[in-house]
């Protein structure tokens, strides 16, 4: 059995620990303020990106590159074109910090509810739906490569 | 920019701007309500003396499918430090989509002293304004609601069906590959929500987002009759039911509909396509 990947057990673990919303809604906005960090360069894309990257469950304009490394790993990049789009700026930044240089096989195994986990289970059916896009997006870079 | 009484406008008192709510920040009289899609932004900053409505948490039954009763609006405007006279003054994120949902449940219970902040939150930020994470704290009051009423506004599937069958006005605001129905067909992404796609029949496809400018502020009134009456051939006099997948995007629309064109009678049928795309046995078209 594929295990998730390390990063993202730590932090699933967190966060369900967390039972103050408050406190989550901190946990993910520092979170979201790292976006910067993971906003795709110009060697990779520049706008108008490629609607081949484009998530299209998600209200917040959303776009998912993984760029290959040496390793057979990949190297997870994004944009969110929504300025308040804070809650995928979140999801992203965790997918990159806990998908990026792993095994690709980890990042199929990764099961889309996590959302709920990480946003809280009384998030809107679109906000999920959107959420669970982008993981979905991010997963589908691995799945296309381990197909070959 | 064309200011909101050179717009021409049925109802110009809905809409505020940035600069007369900058001016009006420590104003007793009203209250600034901000409500979002995404509950992160409230708590990331908010304007000065904002304080949060939350959809989910604050707006909704938490067993049936439907908006707070009495009781609870009493209890969350009290919470809000606002009574009867207070004028409500909504914002939020996505051109002010989620405030309008709130301000159009406001009007179930009649608190129709409401306005939009034109631009929204978006609006607020790009002009370099001030956003706080301070907290406001209100002395609470003892609000005494109305009963609620949904038929002025509001719009149950009954009533759509209804409306289909005398061939009534209707207005999709969602994409056009939700309309269509396409976006059921992606086979990568399945589609939560709706056993069906596509949409109710005679409705005519205006996304949203197309009464708003970039900047999140409302069209002119010029402007946004030529979109709705003379591109889609809508009779303001006539009834209209707006509609998208929960009601929070059509709020948007009613808003402008009512307030803006100040259309003869207008209605948000929340349920919208989560339910009318899983109902049995009802018409829709492709």
């Known amino acids: 059995m594929t295990t998730l990947p390390v990063k993202l057990q730590e932090y699933l673990d967190d966060f369900e620990t967390i039972t103050d919303r408050a406190e989550r809604t901190e946990y993910l906005i520092e979170i979201a303020n790292r976006f910067h960090t993971v906003r795709v360069p110009s060697t990779v894309a520049t706008q108008p990106y490629d609607l081949a990257h484009y998530v299209a469950e998600c209200e917040s304009d959303v776009y998912v590159w993984a760029v290959d490394n040496p390793d057979d790993t990949l190297k997870y990049y994004f944009d969110v074109l929504n300025p308040q789009g804070l809650s995928a700026m979140a999801m992203c930044v965790v997918l990159d910090e806990t998908c990026s240089h792993i095994p690709l ?18 998030i809107s059916m679109g906000k999920g739906r959107g959420l669970m896009g982008v993981v979905r997006k991010a997963q589908g870079e691995a799945l296309q490569r381990l197909k070959g | 920019m064309s ?8 109802h110009p008192d809905k809409l505020v701007s940035t600069d007369w709510v900058a001016e009006n920040l420590n104003n007793p009289a009203i209250r600034i309500i901000e409500s979002n899609e995404d509950e992160l932004l409230y708590p990331s900053g908010h304007i000065p003396n904002a304080v949060e409505v939350d959809w989910t948490k604050d707006l909704n039954d938490p067993v049936r499918r439907d908006y707070l009763n009495k009781d609870g609006f009493e209890a969350l405007l009290g919470r809000l430090g606002v009574t009867p006279e207070t004028t409500l003054v909504f914002y939020g994120d996505k051109n002010n989509w989620w405030a ?10 009649g608190h129709t002293n409401t306005k939009l902040i034109d631009g929204g939150r978006l609006k607020w930020q790009q002009e370099g304004r001030e956003l706080t ?5 209100f002395p ?11 038929a002025p506004v509001r719009a149950f599937r009954q009533d759509v069906l209804a409306h289909v069958e005398s061939a009534g006005q209707l207005v999709d605001v969602r994409s056009p590959a939700e309309y269509s129905g396409e976006l059921l067909h992606m086979a990568n992404y ?18 949203w987002s197309k009464a708003a400018n970039g900047d999140g502020t409302f069209k002119t009134a010029e402007e946004l009759t030529a979109l709705y009456v003379g591109e889609q051939g809508l009779n303001p006099q006539a009834d209209v039911i707006t509609y998208c997948r929960i009601g929070e995007r059509s709020s948007h629309t009613w808003f402008v509909l009512n307030y803006l064109l100040g259309f003869n009678n207008v209605k948000n049928y929340d349920g919208s396509w989560t ?9 829709i078209e492709k």
């Open chain 2, 133 to 137: 994470r301070e907290v406001p704290t």
């Open chain 2, 190 to 207: 399945p589609q939560e929500g709706a056993l069906r796609g596509g949409h109710i029949p005679n409705a005519k496809n205006i996304p």
């Open chain 2, 275 to 283: 339910e009318w795309g899983n109902l049995v046995n009802v018409p």
């Open chain 2, 100 to 109: 309008a949902y709130a301000l159009w449940v406001f009007e179930l219970f």
């Open chain 2, 140 to 150: 609470p009051t003892v609000y005494t609601a109305n009963e609620r009423n949904d």
């Open chain 2, 3 to 10: 200011t909101i009484a050179e717009r021409g406008y049925a």
């Open chain 1, 105 to 122: 096989a980890q990042i199929a195994s990764i099961p889309t509810d996590i959302v709920f986990t990480l946003f809280g289970k009384q």
